[in-house]
Structure formats: structure tokens, C-alpha cells
């Protein structure tokens, strides 16, 4: 199991261009961390919000690329339905080129609806935008030069595209959140899926990955293929107690914040216990504790191959979120390791 870090790239504090200047700086400090720490893999997600500073993914995971080594640098999500599949392909064959063959991207449609206006797109063309440009992505990938038309974009005609990356197929994976109709999408093209799990119970999305599956298996894809990870809000320091006083107060704020604009009552400190117990989906602990959890949830999803954190969410300092990072690369993933057998 690889295990690493998704990050949305928060805003500064007072979100002025000196506090964002930092924060910048601080977020590629974190990825430099979780290289040195041993981690797998660094996510930076896509928005265009003024509370993130991640609307051009690829330009973060290049400046990270010259100061990294060996953790993959992946996209957590690519706002696939509002951009160009042209040139999502080139960015990321570039930062492959950058990075020496360790970009890969996550793609979807996005949780938050402001790209699509601001691209001049019909948000009622949601899910159509998504499909027609997943399918010329994939194609991109395969080949050199292609020919191809559509509904949303002038058509390719034996067209070139370059660069190509140093990766013969860079790894691109499907992010979901609880569509049915995504996970069967992910299984019929033999995608590797990336299950978006930021509360409940992470055991009831079995059902829908067992969906995947079947379609993978349908379509003739080989189970290798057919991979599963796990994206959960998260927190690792040295005591349960230290981990849910440090993260409970940012979180509730975050979430009742978001949660205005989506009908969501405000959280509660009940809410966030039954979220970070047993089966609920916070991976906010101490080190073998959350490791405990995480192999319950690869055993109720029936395995997975990626786990990534999201924890810069709760308004931590940087101290504490650079020690969660070296809590997760030497206690969480060999514990995690030793327990699968790996």
C-alpha cells in the first residue's frame, strides 16, 4: 500500500500576498518533508476559490519536482470537465519530463462548481464534458498523433502532441465521491480509482466499489488493473488526545463554513467523535491507532492500494503538520507494512 499526502493548498491566513507567499512556501516545505520522511505519493488538488491557492496544480508539483527525489507527484483532483485535455496532457508529460518520470494526475468533475462559469461552460453538461474529455486524455496518452472530434472541442485531424513524458503511460486515475454511474465508468476502462471518503462510514462504500470491480471484470480488465485508494481528512501526532485537540477546532470551523453553502448542519464536537471512531472516516489519531484503522478500512474496502491524508484543512501550524508527516513515514507506514506482509 502506497501511503502519502493530498493537499488543497490553503490560503494565508489573512489571504494578502505576503500570508499566501508563505503559505506557498510552507505547502512545497511540507512536500520536500513528506519526500524526506518516505512517503509515496504528494496530491495537490484543483480549485478557484480564494480560500485555496491550487488552481494550477501542475505549476505547484513542478516547483516541488526540483526539490524532491522519489515521491510521485500526482494531481488530487484535475478539474478534468473545465480543461483542455490537450493541455492537462502537456502539463503533466512536462512535469514528468521535470521530475524524471514521477508525475501521474487524478482526474474528475470537481466538488465545487466555480470553474465551470468561470470557463464560460454549461454546468448542466456536467457529466457529458467529463466523459468527452476523459476520452480524448486517454487517447492522448496512447498516442503520438491522433485524429479526433467531439462535441465540446474543435476536432484533432492526425495531430500531433508534445512533449511526451519519460513514463510510456502516465498513471491516470478516476476520483469519485459516491456516483454509482463513476465507479462503473473507472471498472469499464480499467482505471485506477481514487474514492474521495470525507465522512460516514468508510465500510459503506464497499458496495459501490464492489460496482468497479464488477465492471473491470466484465470489461475484461486484469485485477492488478483495477486498483483502489482511499482519500480521507486526517491528523497523526504523538496521543489521540493531542491529535483530536489539535484538529477538532479547524475542522468544525472548515466544515460548518463549507457547510452553509451546501444545506450541512454546523459540526459538532459529537459529530467529529463518531467521524474519528472505529468506522468513521477521520484518520485522526495516534500513530498506531490511525495505522489500525487504515488496515480496517483496506480489509472492509476489500484492499486498497493508496491512502492519502488530507490535513492541512484545520488551520494547523506548520510545526505540527511537518511532525504528522515524519509520525506517518516512521510509525504509520511500516507499522501499516509489517501488517500486510509487505
Known amino acids: 500500500m502506497e501511503i502519502g499526502i493530498d493537499s488543497f493548498a490553503a490560503a494565508g491566513l489573512n489571504n494578502n500576498s505576503a500570508d499566501n507567499v508563505n503559505a506557498m512556501s510552507q505547502l512545497l516545505e511540507r512536500i520536500e518533508h513528506a519526500d524526506q ?187 492488478e488493473r483495477l486498483k483502489v485508494g482511499l482519500h480521507s481528512l486526517g491528523y497523526i501526532a504523538e496521543t489521540r488526545e493531542a491529535a483530536v485537540n489539535d484538529f477538532y477546532p479547524g475542522y468544525a470551523e472548515t466544515f460548518t463554513r463549507i457547510g452553509k453553502e451546501r444545506g450541512w448542519p454546523p459540526v459538532t464536537r459529537a459529530h467529529f467523535e463518531a467521524q474519528a471512531g472505529e468506522t468513521g472516516a477521520l484518520l485522526v489519531g495516534g500513530p498506531e491507532e490511525v495505522a489500525e484503522k487504515i488496515l480496517r478500512h483496506s480489509e472492509a474496502l476489500g484492499g486498497i492500494s493508496r491512502l492519502t491524508f488530507q490535513m492541512d484543512n484545520a488551520a494547523l501550524p506548520q510545526s505540527k503538520l511537518l511532525r504528522s508527516i515524519e509520525l506517518i513515514g516512521q510509525e504509520v507506514i511500516p507499522y501499516v507494512h509489517r501488517n500486510l506482509g509487505s
Open 37 to 223: 520522511a518516505g512517503l509515496n505519493v504528494f496530491g495537490i488538488g484543483e480549485h478557484h476559490r480564494k480560500e485555496f491557492l491550487d488552481s494550477a496544480p501542475a505549476l505547484i508539483l513542478a516547483a516541488a519536482a526540483s526539490r524532491t527525489k522519489t515521491i510521485r507527484l500526482s494531481s488530487a483532483v484535475t478539474v478534468l470537465s473545465a480543461a483542455d485535455p490537450v493541455r492537462v496532457f502537456q502539463n503533466f508529460a512536462t512535469l514528468d519530463l521535470i521530475s524524471g518520470g514521477r508525475a501521474e494526475m487524478v482526474v474528475g468533475r470537481g466538488s465545487f462548481i466555480e470553474a465551470y462559469p468561470l470557463f464560460g461552460l454549461n454546468l448542466n453538461d456536467y457529466d457529458a464534458l467529463f466523459s468527452e474529455k476523459l476520452d480524448l486524455l486517454l487517447q492522448i496518452r496512447e498516442n503520438e498523433t491522433l485524429s479526433w472530434s467531439g462535441r465540446f472541442r474543435p476536432p484533432l485531424k492526425e495531430q500531433a502532441i508534445y512533449p511526451r513524458p519519460v513514463q510510456e503511460h502516465i498513471s491516470i486515475w478516476l476520483g469519485v465521491g459516491g456516483t454509482p454511474a463513476s465507479f462503473v465508468r473507472a471498472g469499464t476502462l480499467g482505471l485506477p480509482l481514487m474514492v474521495a471518503v470525507i465522512g460516514d462510514e468508510t465500510h459503506r462504500f464497499r458496495p459501490l466499489i464492489d460496482l468497479y470491480r464488477q465492471a473491470g471484470d466484465k470489461a475484461g480488465h486484469a485485477p
